[in-house]
């Protein structure tokens, strides 16, 4: 009998360790929290948020009556439809994408005015009236030619509008401009007008460029045709003057001597008066 109660009284023994051992384990973890890297840790003490935040890491805290709501102070992407109208009342769809994060000194101020779903009660309608502030300043047209431009401007709104909460936009992109079915038809149209007026200019312009070419070449050849002629009345001066030259008293009396067939001539004159010789004979 007393081996069976002995046998009991361990048994019970055990038990009651494991309890105390598994409370333990329970106050242990109650009282203990871990902060995930990038994040803050808001902590809640019976539904009351307290300015003092946990950094990321290993916390201890009052077990049961104190829970810690971790924030997230990386940078986070949102990606939503926004619409607007233009400058020209165009209606515009954009696609936009936003990289913002949430200051870790504003994570427990968030959490006790907005909640966990920022993105929906604050990011979204600023982001909604951003594009439909900025877009107003600018024309359809210019929406897409000045892209960057728009972008920064709504970035700039945004940050005017959410820094005091504090939520920084650190990038703002449009993904995608869309317009109406008209709009879109008259943009291609003025695209297409333009392309034609472009090819016909090219077209000209290469023309122009054809005949000034044609024109260069018939005045190189002209002028190479009159420096031609140039030259050749040139060395044809210079030959009549060397040969002027060669020609004294002395040698036209020998070319005449030498050229004399023995036959005088049957006419002569002093300048005043011909005389024909043969006729007297």
Do not use: C
């Not at 009284?9 to 333990?24: D, W």
């Not at 709504?154 to 079915?181: C, H, M, P, Q």
Request: charged residues 25%.
């Amino acid at each position: 009998m007393n081996k069976n109660e002995n046998k009991s009284n361990s048994i019970i023994g055990k038990f009651v360790l494991g309890i105390i051992l598994g409370i333990i384990v329970i106050l242990f973890i109650a009282s203990t929290t871990i902060v995930p890297a990038g994040h803050t840790g808001v902590k809640v003490t019976l539904g009351k948020v307290s300015s003092d935040m946990y950094t990321e890491g290993f916390h201890l805290k009052a077990p049961f009556v104190t829970r810690v709501v971790d924030i997230s102070n990386k940078i986070q992407k949102y990606e939503s439809d926004a619409d607007a109208v233009s400058k020209d009342l165009q209606s515009v769809s954009s696609i936009i994408a936003v990289n913002y994060r949430i200051a870790s000194t504003s994570s427990a101020s968030v959490y006790q005015n907005i909640g966990l779903d920022y993105e929906n009660v604050l990011i979204a309608p600023a982001i909604q009236e951003g594009m439909k502030a900025i877009s107003s300043q600018y024309t359809a047209e210019e929406l897409i030619t000045r892209r960057t431009e728009v972008g920064e401007g709504v970035k700039t709104f945004l940050n005017e509008k959410l820094n005091s909460y504090g939520v920084f936009i650190e990038k703002f992109n449009i993904v995608n401009f869309d317009f109406s079915a008209l709009f879109n038809q008259a943009i291609e149209e003025k695209t297409a007008a333009e392309q034609n007026l472009l090819k016909v200019k090219t077209e000209q312009e290469q023309e122009i460029v054809k005949a000034n070419a044609e024109a260069e070449k018939k005045k190189i050849a002209a002028e190479a045709e009159a420096n031609k002629i140039l030259t050749e009345a040139n060395a044809q001066a210079e030959a009549n003057r060397k040969i002027e030259e060669s020609l004294s008293e002395k040698v036209l009396k020998y070319k005449i001597v030498e050229n004399w067939d023995g036959v005088y001539p049957k006419v002569i004159s002093d300048g005043s008066f011909m005389f024909n010789i043969g006729e007297v004979e």
